[in-house]
């Protein structure tokens, strides 16, 4: 069955990031001049998907805006012929058809997972975290629907980590059946250092069959009294066939603000506009320390 849907959580309060998000939503912070979601929204688009549904929460409003058409604006734009920019807003408001829901209550991952049940139809769909974003050349969400695709099953993005930080992540067991192929028997979530049975971690990308709801209904709270996502999918892993894809391409961790400050720069530098000047300025800067 073709992956129509894409399923984005993004209900997290962002405390690793306040102040700033004390009245901004942590996936509208701009790496660069784009917001974090946008580039999440933008891989789903180019890996085909049609439908995507964000789940939002109260303070998320500025998300709905992003993604809407913004007549004022666009029309100011039009008088002045700022044509670029106008066409740069109407591409954003034309990415997919995006839903959204709000998860009323913060009970974690598997809950925000949940609210989605009546989106997915009974039907095989995408999750993206708006933590990771992947720079690579083939979509990252393009590269795990080609693996399922090929296994009919559910398949989590994975890559290898250092052994210092398996901590973490949710790390899988398994055997590798491929290029890059992994086939699941057994996950653990964050696991004590010198505990994890791999370096293999899931980070945040996944083609997940329907039957996770019925799995996320038997979950019972996990850590932090949280319905963990790796818990359901644990026991789905008991029921059916489950893959890890290593995919290929940079990931960057931006929930954190190592990972977010070197997602900043380097996309800074692979833009033509900004390169030169700034990549210059970052010499300067660096002879200096």
């Known amino acids: 069955m073709k992956i129509r ?13 306040l102040p700033a998000t004390k009245a901004i939503p942590k996936e509208m912070v701009p790496i660069v001049d784009q917001p974090t979601l ?12 049609e439908d995507i549904l964000i789940i939002t929460g109260r303070t998320k409003r500025a998300i709905e805006d992003h993604f809407d058409k913004s ?47 009546f989106f997915s139809e009974n039907e095989p769909f995408a999750v993206l975290l708006g933590d990771d974003v992947v720079d690579s050349e083939t979509p990252c969400l393009a590269q795990m629907i080609d693996q399922y ?10 890559q290898t980590v250092p052994d210092s930080e398996t901590s973490k992540y949710g790390i899988i067991s398994g055997d590798k059946v491929g290029d890059r192929l992994y086939r699941v028997h057994d996950m653990v979530e964050k696991p004590a250092p010198g505990t994890a049975p ?3 971690a ?36 008991q029921k059916e066939d489950m893959y890890a894809y290593d995919f290929i391409g940079r990931r960057y961790d931006v929930g954190s603000k190592q ?31």
């Open 5 to 17: 849907k894409a399923v984005i959580p993004a209900a997290g309060l962002g405390t690793r990031f």
């Open 38 to 49: 946008q580039y999440i929204v933008e891989e789903a688009a180019a890996s085909g998907i």
């Open 71 to 117: 007549y004022e604006l666009e029309t100011e734009l039009e008088k002045s012929g700022k044509l670029d920019y106008l066409s740069t807003l109407q591409k954003i408001s034309n990415l997919a058809n995006i839903h959204y829901v709000r998860q009323k209550e913060a009970k974690g991952l598997g809950h925000a997972i949940y609210c989605a049940k």
């Open 149 to 158: 695709n090929n296994c009919g099953t559910s398949v989590l993005g994975v």
């Open 198 to 200: 791999s370096n293999v």
């Open 202 to 237: 899931v980070l945040g990308r996944y083609i997940i069959t329907p039957d996770i709801f019925r799995c996320l209904e038997e979950t019972t709270p996990g850590a932090g009294g949280e319905i963990q996502l790796t818990d359901a999918l644990k026991m789905l892993a």
């Open 259 to 289: 990972g977010y400050l070197e997602a900043t720069v380097e996309f800074a530098l692979k833009r033509p506009d900004l390169n030169q000047e700034f990549s210059n300025y970052l010499k300067r800067i660096v002879k200096t320390l």
